[in-house]
Nanobody, 117 residues
């Protein structure tokens, strides 16, 4: 069993920044794929950013140039640095990790990000 705990969400003004953290209950050095999804009100969950064990990253188009995903294997943590936030970034952000021989996808409980003046 793998547990993921997100933190770092909150209320921020447009143009502001937040850094989300996701702490994993086991070593992440062998976890091939981790990242962040979000779910905006009335929409389906969508991929924001992902990072592989080798450090390769991917971003949704609206996040490119504003968000940066990183992982610290020593701290069993994956981060999402979000800059130049917009009201449309308002959502619940979920951390995920694909772990184990079957690459089962584990999820965190989510953290609310609200961008509003």
């Amino acid at each position: 069993q793998v547990q993921l705990v997100e933190s770092g969400g909150g209320l921020v003004q447009p143009g502001g920044s937040l850094r989300l953290s996701c702490v994993v209950s086991r070593s992440i050095s062998s976890i091939k794929d981790m990242g962040w999804y979000r779910q905006r009100p009335g929409t389906q969950r969508e991929l924001v950013a992902g990072i592989t064990s080798g450090g390769s990253t991917e971003y949704r188009d609206s996040a490119k140039g504003r968000f940066t995903i990183s992982r610290d294997n020593a701290k069993n943590t994956v981060y999402l640095q979000m800059n130049s936030l917009k009201p449309e970034d308002t959502a619940v952000y979920y951390c995920y990790a694909d772990a184990g021989p079957t690459m089962y996808r584990y999820w965190g409980q989510g953290t609310q990000v609200t961008v509003s003046s």
